[in-house]
């Protein structure tokens, strides 16, 4: 480890890095330090690369833990690596800053050594779009569907697990295949390979669809309303995410909460469980998580 404020060089894949801080403490309900940020990332990437894998990232990040100010940073900050991969995109409902104009600067984090940069800079949260970019950095169609399904007051996971085996089926009536991912906060993303690249705005337009679809059927456990007032008691379907400038949280990446846990594929037959058994399921931290890829590999790719 390195002592407060000492920085580190270190090769990772043929690049060289400069580390710091390891010993800071960066959620401090559980003492879980940056070096424990670093060594979790390290050992996930095997499974989650693939699936940033020429996704623009936008980063959350703590620089003085999680009970401290964050910030949202979708721009490669100055001094970035000139070996990290971008990708210069439009803006499409979010605004650049001064540097780039109407246009954003995404890091691509497709390799250790970047994302070992990420986390070094304590992006503990890796959002990222549902769409990607070829080699050259152009934006190209939505490769998949997501919904967030996000419990207003008085519902949580257990509720989720109900509505995600509802949503299983109306995908499956078209044809799509979901995988569940809780959220690492109290709710469950569910993703859906798309067979051909789709415009954001049809695959969003769909995802809305199937939620007001399940509002109407199970007006009492789901809606398909933004408005917070109006999710008291029952899960809010949140298509929205599918929206070209949208991100989600990436599975596999930590939140930025009390404790360091993590967006965790898992199966149906846990969902099931969660939606027979309030205490069935639960959000998992980065060391059960460590535990569960070992044990059962990739649930989100299997």
């Known amino acids: 480890m390195t002592p407060q404020g000492e920085e580190l060089r270190v090769e990772v894949d043929g690049r060289t890095l400069k580390i710091s801080n390891l010993d800071k403490v960066l959620y ?3 003492g879980t330090t940056k070096g424990e940020v670093l060594n979790y990332y390290a050992q996930i990437a095997p499974v989650l690369l693939p699936l940033l894998k020429d996704r623009p990232v936008t980063r959350v990040r703590w620089p003085h ?9 979708k721009n490669a900050p100055a001094g970035t690596p000139a070996w990290v ?7 499409t409902g979010s605004r650049g800053d001064s540097r780039h104009g109407d246009r954003l600067v995404f890091p691509i984090i497709d390799d250790l050594a970047t994302l070992t940069w990420a986390a070094n800079l304590a992006a503990l949260e890796l959002h990222v779009h549902q769409w990607t970019v ?3 950095g152009k934006p190209r169609g939505a490769d998949r569907l997501v919904i967030d399904l996000d419990p207003g007051e008085g519902a949580g996971l257990h509720e989720c697990c109900r509505v995600a085996l509802l949503v299983r089926e109306r995908l499956a009536e078209r044809k799509l295949d ?13 993703y859906a390979h798309l067979p051909r690249r789709r415009d954001s705005d049809d695959v969003s337009a769909m995802a809305k669809e199937l939620a007001e679809e399940l509002q109407a059927a199970h007006p009492k456990l789901v809606t398909a309303t933004m408005t917070k007032a109006k999710r008291t ?3 809010f379907l949140d ?4 929206a070209g400038s949208k991100t989600t949280l990436s599975p596999y990446s930590l939140r930025g909460l009390e404790r360091p846990t993590v967006a965790t594929p898992v199966s149906w037959d846990e969902v099931e469980v969660g939606a027979e058994d309030p205490l069935g399921l639960e959000q998992f931290r980065y060391d059960e998580v ?3 890829v070992s044990e059962l590999g990739d649930l989100f790719t299997a």
């Open 239 to 242: 298509w929205s995410q599918n």
């Open 65 to 73: 833990g999680v009970e401290q100010a964050r910030f949202f940073e």
């Open 85 to 91: 991969r971008t990708a210069d995109v439009p803006t």
């Open 178 to 190: 979901a995988r569940p991912v809780t959220s690492g906060s109290k709710g469950m993303h569910l």
């Open 233 to 235: 008691g029952k899960i």
């Open 290 to 292: 460590l535990a569960r």
């Open 134 to 136: 070829t080699k050259q």
């Open 28 to 30: 401090p309900r559980t």
